[in-house]
């Protein structure tokens, strides 16, 4: 956007690569159906939009993929959507 300053952009981007990383980490845990896909998209925005925490958002974007690849080994085990404890 012209007439942007960057820093408040980069702030911005940064916040969501932490986004993305804290919700693919509760995501392992609770409701990965959800925070996955939001993890993945956080993740992606804050990359595109050129984050200084890029490391953070990476992991956010393998956190995602870690919580669908849990969804779906529950999933197939269990023949449920449900975890039981």
């Known amino acids: 956007m012209p007439g942007t300053p960057a820093a408040p952009r980069r702030a911005h981007s940064d916040g969501v690569a932490a986004a993305s990383f804290v919700l693919g980490l509760v995501g392992l845990l609770v409701f990965s ?4 896909p939001a993890a993945l998209a956080l993740g992606s925005m804050a990359l595109f939009q050129g984050t200084a ?3 953070r ?3 956010g974007l393998a ?3 870690a919580d669908l690849v849990v ?3 529950v999933t ?4 449920a959507y449900v975890w039981s404890l």
């Open 71 to 73: 969804l779906a080994v």
């Open 63 to 65: 956190l995602g993929v």
């Open 53 to 55: 925490r890029r490391g």
């Open 57 to 59: 958002a990476v992991l």
């Open 76 to 79: 197939a085990a269990d023949h």
């Open 33 to 36: 159906v959800v925070l996955g």
